[in-house]
């Protein structure tokens, strides 16, 4: 059953009525350009047909009343709170997510009370997005209960994003909620983030014979941590130091003579995040020639400067890179924030199974949980379900 149907069936045993609507939002896969979107740099995702949905109906009471719905059909029911009264800090766990969002929606005029039940299929903690996933949903379910408008996508997601940075309080960038929101089927999104100047890119991998193998290394991550905010806060004090808004002014051609300007501590981050941006750069030239197989070097140098300057990556992910690699897959990185979560690997179709058993062996050596493995689909962006 879909995440949108069993969200529904699930408002409809807890409440006694059908729901007013369905909104869900798909997790994300980013391509490639990673740490990139917090230094208004470029991004590459594309949305992944793994939902996370919102059966909603407003109240009158102006409460807010949340849910959740396991695969199993129980439901776990967050303390009720009124939405006059959200504050940072009011909401711990996963109920902090719609909270946040109903707390930035308060501000810009949406204060009516809500019930709403959550079910969804992004795996959680594996840096696919789910949290953004839930907020974004959440986001459209309040707009739509209140008969607000929910064209203006840029600024839904810069909603969302504050509801994560200063509610939730996980300094993250703008590249999950963009991707939740405004992805296309069959196509990676190109955004740059200073300007939010977006296009869809066309990416049939399956037309090249080829697939996007997601591994989720069930090795959890989380942006609350202070491994996620230490870079930020590197990356803007190195742009500060280089007197430019934002490492994105850092040209490629300009970074040797940047790096001797940097203290040595600072130097790994800006040169992980300049080759980035060229990286994405370069891809997007590649896909819109059709040269999609020639993607894989990419991906590995992007995972290299993630593993070695950037230094998010862990044990699990480079273990899944190495294994896919050695399997006859084009090129693999890890995804996300890092210090856990999954990898992708571009994979020639007929090497999937060869691409599985590696990565699967491999982590049986190593005694580590049994990683999930599956083909990502460049799918739809958020909207209502009905």
Same mark, same amino acid.
């Given at each position: 059953?879909?995440?949108?149907?069993?969200?529904?069936?699930?408002?409809?045993?807890?409440?006694?009525?059908?729901?007013? !609507?369905?909104?869900?939002?798909?997790?994300?896969?980013?391509?490639?350009?990673?740490?990139?979107?917090?230094?208004?740099?470029?991004?590459?995702?594309?949305?992944?047909?793994?939902?996370?949905?919102?059966?909603?109906?407003?109240?009158?009471?102006?409460?807010?009343?949340?849910?959740?719905?396991?695969?199993?059909?129980?439901?776990?029911?967050?303390?009720?709170?009124?939405?006059?009264?959200?504050?940072?800090?009011?909401?711990? !766990?996963?109920?902090?997510?719609?909270?946040?969002?109903?707390?930035?929606?308060?501000?810009?005029?949406?204060?009516?009370?809500?019930?709403?039940?959550?079910?969804?299929?992004?795996?959680?903690?594996?840096?696919?997005?789910?949290?953004?996933?839930?907020?974004?949903?959440?986001?459209?379910?309040?707009?739509?209960?209140?008969?607000?408008?929910?064209?203006?996508?840029?600024?839904?997601?810069?909603?969302?994003?504050?509801?994560?940075?200063?509610?939730?309080?996980?300094?993250?960038?703008?590249?999950?909620?963009?991707?939740?929101?405004?992805?296309?089927?069959?196509?990676?999104?190109?955004?740059?983030?200073?300007?939010?100047?977006?296009?869809?890119?066309?990416?049939?991998?399956?037309?090249?014979?080829?697939?996007?193998?997601?591994?989720?290394?069930?090795?959890?991550?989380?942006?609350?941590?202070?491994?996620? !905010?230490?870079?930020?806060?590197?990356?803007?004090?190195?742009?500060?130091?280089?007197?430019?808004?934002?490492?994105?002014?850092?040209?490629?051609?300009?970074?040797?003579?940047?790096?001797?300007?940097?203290?040595?501590?600072?130097?790994?981050?800006?040169?992980?995040?300049?080759?980035?941006?060229?990286?994405?750069?370069?891809?997007?030239?590649?896909?819109?020639?059709?040269?999609?197989?020639?993607?894989?070097?990419?991906? +590995?140098?992007?995972?290299?400067?993630?593993?070695?300057?950037?230094?998010?990556?862990?044990?699990?992910?480079?273990?899944?890179?190495?294994?896919?690699?050695?399997?006859?897959?084009?090129?693999?990185?890890?995804?996300?924030?890092?210090?856990?979560?999954?990898?992708?690997?571009?994979?020639?179709?007929?090497?999937? +199974?060869?691409?599985?058993?590696?990565?699967?062996?491999?982590?049986?050596?190593?005694?580590?949980?049994?990683?999930?493995?599956?083909?990502?689909?460049?799918?739809?962006?958020?909207?209502?379900?009905?």
């Amino acid at each position: 059953m879909s995440p949108a149907r069993r969200a529904s069936a699930a408002f409809t045993r807890l409440h006694g009525v059908a729901p007013a !609507g369905v909104w869900s939002a798909p997790g994300r896969v980013n391509l490639i350009g990673e740490h990139t979107d917090y230094n208004d740099g470029f991004v590459l995702p594309f949305a992944l047909p793994h939902r996370t949905a919102v059966a909603a109906s407003p109240r009158d009471d102006g409460m807010l009343h949340v849910a959740t719905v396991g695969d199993d059909g129980a439901v776990q029911q967050a303390s009720p709170v009124a939405v006059a009264e959200l504050e940072p800090g009011a909401s711990t !766990g996963w109920s902090a997510y719609p909270a946040g969002v109903a707390w930035v929606l308060r501000g810009q005029g949406v204060t009516g009370g809500a019930n709403l039940v959550i079910a969804g299929d992004v795996p959680a903690g594996a840096g696919l997005s789910s949290s953004h996933a839930l907020e974004c949903a959440v986001a459209l379910a309040l707009l739509g209960l209140a008969d607000r408008p929910a064209d203006d996508l840029p600024q839904i997601a810069r909603w969302v994003q504050r509801a994560e940075n200063d509610f939730v309080g996980a300094p993250t960038g703008l590249l999950d909620q963009t991707a939740s929101l405004c992805c296309t089927e069959a196509h990676v999104l190109f955004l740059d983030v200073r300007s939010f100047k977006a296009g869809q890119v066309p990416f049939d991998a399956a037309e090249h014979g080829l697939e996007v193998l997601v591994v989720d290394t069930r090795a959890s991550h989380s942006h609350t941590d202070g491994g996620y !905010g230490a870079r930020r806060a590197g990356c803007e004090r190195a742009a500060s130091i280089l007197g430019v808004p934002a490492l994105r002014d850092v040209d490629v051609s300009e970074l040797d003579g940047a790096l001797a300007r940097l203290p040595e501590e600072l130097r790994p981050l800006v040169r992980h995040v300049v080759t980035e941006n060229e990286r994405v750069l370069d891809s997007v030239e590649l896909l819109r020639a059709g040269r999609l197989a020639e993607l894989g070097p990419l991906l +590995d140098a992007s995972h290299a400067s993630l593993r070695d300057d950037y230094e998010v990556s862990a044990p699990e992910l480079d273990v899944a890179v190495d294994a896919a690699k050695a399997a006859g897959a084009l090129g693999a990185r890890m995804v996300g924030g890092g210090f856990g979560g999954s990898a992708i690997a571009l994979v020639p179709v007929d090497r999937h +199974d060869d691409v599985a058993r590696r990565v699967f062996a491999a982590f049986a050596r190593r005694g580590w949980t049994t990683p999930r493995i599956f083909t990502a689909v460049p799918s739809a962006g958020a909207g209502r379900d009905n």
